[in-house]
């Protein structure tokens, strides 16, 4: 069993009356019961929904029998996490090498799962072979290709892709700038990409995604007015992807805001890498945050999420995914992510048991 992170002792949290920031207090207040975490006799998490719950998995799990196990017992849909980028699939001279997605594709529905993919065009990926220096002329036919091939070899097997990631630049202002943008124009390429991958695949929802449009409200209202541009320019845009990796010290009410905004375009949303850091990104003021505080903030902002995502019609819940299905899977925890052995930053520990922010989902959820 992985050690907890320093200083949480479970049963003394579980037990602790939570000193609470006043700014969390509201919001948290309708979460109390989540502070306790469920027992290990909590349900699937796909039962907690009447809408796909997701989490991502890789190559490297598909033999560990444990994970699964819990593939199988708590979500419907799976995102490989990294073999259907570029920077897997996409070799030098513009070969392709789909040994690693064809595994994910093939075990996800011998598993009876739905199968989301991630990612076709991302603005850090592909950069050995789509350089600056390429012909434009040739640069575009190789864009081309690569995204009606790759959607095309997968045609009828994907429930959505994310066809373009991160679009929107660093701060919200603008667009971000990267060689796709330089070399096929910045919202043309975006445009491209759509209507490639639509062409490839004419079932697939097509998803623009991006990250902290949460927790960063200027990014998010860039995002939103970014989709309504490329629809009006005709980009076959079906759906919205919003990472949420969210930042559990955000005020509350910014997570419910962004959803209702983005909820007017009337566009299916996927939460599609849900994950709640208890640590932070370095560069701050020391924490001086109790690991009790620090929970109090997951469940108040998970719970906010799940609240704000069942507040859509339906239609525009296409699924409700984690990035990882247990912490001991998070990206945060390995040393290519963010090298912390000890966060907990997902609804399950690493023993698959319910974290406190389980509790806030399922109370959101009606179950
Ligand atoms: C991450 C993977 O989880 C890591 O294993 C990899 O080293 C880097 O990429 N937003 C995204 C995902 O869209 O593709 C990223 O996944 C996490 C941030």
Not at 21 to 43: N, W
Not at 260 to 271: F, K, M, Q, T, Y
Request: charge should be negative.
């Amino acid at each position: 069993m992985r050690a907890d992170p320093p200083g949480l002792n479970r049963r003394a949290l579980l037990a602790a009356p939570l000193i609470l920031a006043p700014s969390s207090l509201a919001a948290c207040e309708r979460f109390a019961s989540a502070e306790v975490a469920p027992g290990p006799d909590a349900p699937p998490l796909k039962s907690l929904a009447d809408f796909p719950i997701g989490a991502t998995g890789m190559t490297g799990q598909l033999d560990d029998p444990v994970w699964v196990a819990a593939m199988r017992r708590d979500v419907d849909q799976i995102t490989p996490e990294w073999e259907l980028k570029p920077e897997r699939i996409l070799q030098p001279g513009f070969a392709y090498d789909f040994s690693a997605s064809d595994r994910m594709v093939d075990w996800g529905h011998e598993q009876g799962l739905r199968v989301f993919g991630h990612t076709l065009v991302w603005y850090s990926q592909g950069l050995d072979q789509f350089t600056d220096a390429l012909p434009t002329a040739r640069f575009a036919a190789e864009f081309d290709r690569y995204v009606s091939t790759v959607a095309g070899r997968y045609r009828g097997r994907m429930v959505g892709w994310d066809v373009v990631n991160e679009a929107v630049a660093e701060d919200g202002d603008g667009l971000r700038d990267c060689v796709y943008a330089r070399k096929l124009g910045p919202e043309a390429y975006i445009v491209r990409a759509f209507e490639q991958a639509r062409a490839a695949d004419p079932d697939a929802v097509l998803f623009l995604n991006d990250y902290n449009l949460e927790n960063n409200p200027r990014k998010g209202a860039t995002f939103l007015r970014l989709v309504e541009r490329l629809l009006a320019q005709g980009a076959p845009i079906g759906g919205i992807g919003t990472q949420s990796h969210l930042d559990i010290e955000i005020p509350a009410g910014q997570i419910r805001d962004f959803f209702r905004d983005a909820a007017s375009l009337g566009l299916p949303i996927h939460v599609s890498e849900l994950d709640f850091p208890m640590q932070r990104d370095g560069g701050r003021a020391p924490d001086l945050r109790s690991t009790a505080d620090r929970r109090a903030q997951q469940v108040a902002r998970v719970g906010e999420l799940a609240e704000a995502f069942m507040a859509l019609p339906a239609r525009q819940r296409f699924a409700f995914t984690t990035w990882g299905l247990r912490d001991s899977d998070s990206w945060l925890v390995r040393e290519e992510g963010k090298n912390r052995p000890n966060e907990s930053a997902l609804l399950l520990d690493g023993e698959g048991r319910p974290n406190p922010a389980f509790q806030a989902v399922a109370g959101a959820f009606g179950r």
